[in-house]
Protein backbone atom coordinates (compact mmCIF):
# COMPACT_ATOMS: atom_id res chain seq x y z
CA UNK A 1 0.00 0.00 0.00
CA UNK A 2 1.16 3.85 -0.84
CA UNK A 3 2.44 5.83 1.98
CA UNK A 4 3.33 9.22 2.74
CA UNK A 5 4.69 10.70 6.04
CA UNK A 6 5.43 14.63 6.20
CA UNK A 7 7.56 15.70 8.76
CA UNK A 8 7.75 17.80 11.17
CA UNK A 9 4.30 18.32 11.55
CA UNK A 10 4.45 21.72 12.69
CA UNK A 11 6.77 24.09 12.26
CA UNK A 12 7.28 28.14 13.70
CA UNK A 13 9.76 30.17 11.83
CA UNK A 14 10.71 33.52 11.89
CA UNK A 15 10.40 36.06 8.47
CA UNK A 16 13.67 35.29 7.24
CA UNK A 17 14.42 31.88 8.49
CA UNK A 18 14.87 29.02 5.81
CA UNK A 19 13.42 25.64 6.59
CA UNK A 20 13.24 22.70 5.16
CA UNK A 21 10.08 20.14 5.39
CA UNK A 22 10.25 16.62 4.61
CA UNK A 23 8.08 14.07 2.18
CA UNK A 24 9.16 10.47 2.82
CA UNK A 25 7.28 8.13 0.89
CA UNK A 26 6.56 4.02 -0.64
CA UNK A 27 5.00 3.75 -3.62
CA UNK A 28 4.83 0.89 -6.06
CA UNK A 29 6.16 2.39 -9.51
CA UNK A 30 6.44 6.51 -9.13
CA UNK A 31 4.39 8.43 -11.50
CA UNK A 32 5.02 11.37 -9.64
CA UNK A 33 5.48 13.29 -6.55
CA UNK A 34 3.09 16.27 -5.56
CA UNK A 35 3.31 19.25 -3.77
CA UNK A 36 0.27 21.76 -2.88
CA UNK A 37 -0.20 24.72 -0.32
CA UNK A 38 -3.49 24.73 1.79
CA UNK A 39 -5.17 27.67 3.06
CA UNK A 40 -7.77 27.13 6.06
CA UNK A 41 -10.75 26.66 4.21
CA UNK A 42 -9.70 26.53 0.56
CA UNK A 43 -8.54 23.90 -1.53
CA UNK A 44 -5.07 22.51 -2.03
CA UNK A 45 -3.22 24.73 -4.31
CA UNK A 46 -1.02 22.97 -6.97
CA UNK A 47 2.86 23.70 -6.49
CA UNK A 48 4.94 21.28 -8.24
CA UNK A 49 5.22 17.90 -9.68
CA UNK A 50 8.50 15.76 -9.67
CA UNK A 51 8.75 13.27 -11.74
CA UNK A 52 12.53 11.48 -11.22
CA UNK A 53 14.99 10.99 -8.67
CA UNK A 54 17.44 14.13 -9.03
CA UNK A 55 14.80 16.53 -10.32
CA UNK A 56 14.50 19.99 -8.83
CA UNK A 57 11.89 23.20 -9.38
CA UNK A 58 11.94 26.19 -7.70
CA UNK A 59 8.46 29.04 -7.60
CA UNK A 60 9.74 32.34 -5.62
CA UNK A 61 11.07 31.25 -2.54
CA UNK A 62 9.97 27.44 -2.64
CA UNK A 63 12.18 24.83 -3.84
CA UNK A 64 11.16 21.34 -4.19
CA UNK A 65 13.62 18.13 -4.61
CA UNK A 66 12.76 14.50 -5.06
CA UNK A 67 14.87 11.29 -4.15
CA UNK A 68 13.92 7.54 -4.80
CA UNK A 69 12.96 7.29 -0.98
CA UNK A 70 11.87 11.53 -0.22
CA UNK A 71 11.12 14.53 -1.17
CA UNK A 72 12.07 18.00 0.46
CA UNK A 73 10.30 21.38 0.39
CA UNK A 74 12.88 24.02 0.65
CA UNK A 75 11.53 27.48 2.18
CA UNK A 76 14.43 30.19 1.16
CA UNK A 77 13.40 33.69 3.58
CA UNK A 78 9.74 33.03 4.29
CA UNK A 79 7.31 35.33 4.46
CA UNK A 80 4.50 35.85 6.58
CA UNK A 81 2.43 35.00 3.27
CA UNK A 82 4.04 31.49 3.39
CA UNK A 83 2.16 30.55 6.10
CA UNK A 84 -0.64 27.70 5.44
CA UNK A 85 -0.40 23.45 5.54
CA UNK A 86 1.82 22.23 2.92
CA UNK A 87 1.15 19.02 1.44
CA UNK A 88 2.56 16.21 -0.12
CA UNK A 89 1.45 13.55 -2.53
CA UNK A 90 2.21 10.46 -4.65
CA UNK A 91 0.97 9.24 -7.77
CA UNK A 92 1.58 5.22 -8.09
CA UNK A 93 1.97 4.44 -11.75
CA UNK A 94 -0.68 1.64 -11.71
CA UNK A 95 -3.34 4.23 -10.09
CA UNK A 96 -4.59 5.94 -12.45
CA UNK A 97 -4.92 9.79 -11.08
CA UNK A 98 -5.24 8.61 -6.98
CA UNK A 99 -3.14 10.08 -5.05
CA UNK A 100 -2.43 9.66 -1.76
CA UNK A 101 -1.24 12.03 0.63
CA UNK A 102 0.83 12.76 3.64
CA UNK A 103 -0.42 14.38 6.68
CA UNK A 104 0.93 17.61 5.69
CA UNK A 105 3.28 20.27 7.57
CA UNK A 106 1.68 23.07 8.85
CA UNK A 107 3.77 26.23 8.74
CA UNK A 108 3.85 29.38 10.98
CA UNK A 109 5.78 32.42 9.52
CA UNK A 110 6.06 35.51 11.94
CA UNK A 111 7.07 38.95 11.18
CA UNK B 1 -9.17 30.73 -17.18
CA UNK B 2 -12.15 29.16 -14.89
CA UNK B 3 -11.04 26.89 -12.17
CA UNK B 4 -12.67 24.06 -10.56
CA UNK B 5 -16.06 25.01 -9.03
CA UNK B 6 -17.97 23.39 -6.68
CA UNK B 7 -21.46 23.54 -5.21
CA UNK B 8 -22.70 24.20 -2.64
CA UNK B 9 -19.86 25.73 -0.55
CA UNK B 10 -21.60 24.81 2.77
CA UNK B 11 -24.16 22.28 3.61
CA UNK B 12 -25.84 21.05 6.74
CA UNK B 13 -27.92 17.63 7.10
CA UNK B 14 -29.23 15.39 9.56
CA UNK B 15 -28.40 11.92 10.08
CA UNK B 16 -30.12 9.43 7.52
CA UNK B 17 -30.35 12.45 4.79
CA UNK B 18 -28.45 12.08 1.46
CA UNK B 19 -26.59 14.82 -0.35
CA UNK B 20 -25.05 15.59 -3.76
CA UNK B 21 -22.38 17.63 -4.15
CA UNK B 22 -21.49 18.72 -7.46
CA UNK B 23 -18.04 19.61 -9.40
CA UNK B 24 -17.55 21.78 -12.75
CA UNK B 25 -13.50 20.75 -13.97
CA UNK B 26 -11.22 23.42 -15.87
CA UNK B 27 -12.02 23.64 -19.44
CA UNK B 28 -11.08 20.70 -21.41
CA UNK B 29 -10.09 19.12 -18.23
CA UNK B 30 -11.62 15.16 -18.61
CA UNK B 31 -10.38 13.39 -15.58
CA UNK B 32 -12.34 14.29 -12.12
CA UNK B 33 -11.59 13.07 -9.14
CA UNK B 34 -12.93 13.41 -5.34
CA UNK B 35 -11.83 13.38 -1.75
CA UNK B 36 -12.55 13.48 1.76
CA UNK B 37 -10.47 15.94 3.90
CA UNK B 38 -11.16 15.53 7.92
CA UNK B 39 -8.87 16.50 10.78
CA UNK B 40 -8.44 13.16 11.86
CA UNK B 41 -7.85 11.48 8.53
CA UNK B 42 -6.60 14.32 6.19
CA UNK B 43 -6.99 13.65 2.56
CA UNK B 44 -8.25 10.39 1.19
CA UNK B 45 -9.25 9.36 -2.33
CA UNK B 46 -12.95 8.63 -3.13
CA UNK B 47 -13.11 7.63 -6.38
CA UNK B 48 -11.54 9.16 -10.38
CA UNK B 49 -14.08 9.84 -13.36
CA UNK B 50 -12.34 9.87 -16.75
CA UNK B 51 -15.09 9.98 -20.12
CA UNK B 52 -17.76 8.98 -18.05
CA UNK B 53 -16.45 5.70 -16.03
CA UNK B 54 -15.56 5.19 -12.82
CA UNK B 55 -11.98 4.27 -13.20
CA UNK B 56 -10.83 3.72 -9.57
CA UNK B 57 -12.23 3.93 -6.50
CA UNK B 58 -11.05 4.41 -2.60
CA UNK B 59 -11.90 2.18 0.76
CA UNK B 60 -15.13 4.07 1.43
CA UNK B 61 -18.84 2.28 1.97
CA UNK B 62 -21.26 2.16 -0.72
CA UNK B 63 -23.24 4.83 0.38
CA UNK B 64 -20.27 7.15 -1.42
CA UNK B 65 -20.89 7.33 -4.79
CA UNK B 66 -20.71 9.17 -7.94
CA UNK B 67 -21.04 9.84 -11.42
CA UNK B 68 -19.57 12.06 -14.64
CA UNK B 69 -21.87 13.20 -17.16
CA UNK B 70 -20.74 13.75 -21.05
CA UNK B 71 -19.48 17.37 -20.19
CA UNK B 72 -17.22 16.19 -17.90
CA UNK B 73 -19.10 17.54 -14.62
CA UNK B 74 -19.40 15.22 -11.60
CA UNK B 75 -21.45 14.63 -9.29
CA UNK B 76 -21.06 12.69 -5.93
CA UNK B 77 -23.69 10.97 -3.56
CA UNK B 78 -23.76 10.40 -0.41
CA UNK B 79 -26.97 8.43 1.52
CA UNK B 80 -27.94 7.80 4.48
CA UNK B 81 -25.20 10.04 6.47
CA UNK B 82 -23.74 9.18 9.37
CA UNK B 83 -22.16 12.03 11.96
CA UNK B 84 -18.49 11.13 10.79
CA UNK B 85 -19.56 12.21 7.05
CA UNK B 86 -18.87 15.52 8.26
CA UNK B 87 -16.00 16.77 6.12
CA UNK B 88 -15.14 19.13 3.37
CA UNK B 89 -15.05 17.29 0.10
CA UNK B 90 -12.91 17.95 -2.47
CA UNK B 91 -12.93 17.66 -6.25
CA UNK B 92 -9.96 18.01 -8.23
CA UNK B 93 -9.45 17.97 -12.26
CA UNK B 94 -6.91 17.25 -14.70
CA UNK B 95 -6.82 16.73 -18.57
CA UNK B 96 -5.58 13.44 -18.49
CA UNK B 97 -4.66 10.41 -16.43
CA UNK B 98 -0.76 10.64 -16.97
CA UNK B 99 0.33 11.89 -14.42
CA UNK B 100 -0.69 15.34 -15.23
CA UNK B 101 -0.73 18.18 -12.67
CA UNK B 102 -3.86 17.80 -10.78
CA UNK B 103 -5.88 21.10 -9.97
CA UNK B 104 -8.65 21.47 -6.52
CA UNK B 105 -11.55 23.30 -6.50
CA UNK B 106 -12.82 25.30 -3.03
CA UNK B 107 -14.61 22.31 -1.55
CA UNK B 108 -17.69 21.64 -0.16
CA UNK B 109 -17.79 21.58 3.57
CA UNK B 110 -20.53 18.90 4.42
CA UNK B 111 -22.06 19.12 8.28
CA UNK B 112 -24.17 16.08 9.66
CA UNK B 113 -25.82 16.93 12.67
Known amino acids: EDQVTQSPEALRLQEGESSSLNCSYT??????LFWYRQDPGKGPEFLFT???AGEEKEKERLKATLTKKESFLHITAPKPEDSATYLC????????????FGGGTRVLVKP | KAGVTQTPRYLIKTRGQQVTLSCSPI?????VSWYQQTPGQGLQFLFE???????NKGNFPGRFSGRQFSNSRSEMNVSTLELGDSALYLC????????????FGPGTRLTVL
Open chain 2, 92 to 103: ASSYSRQGTEQF
Open chain 1, 27 to 32: VSGLRG
Open chain 1, 50 to 52: LYS
Open chain 1, 89 to 100: AVQAAAAGNKLT
Open chain 2, 27 to 31: SGHRS
Open chain 2, 49 to 55: YFSETQR
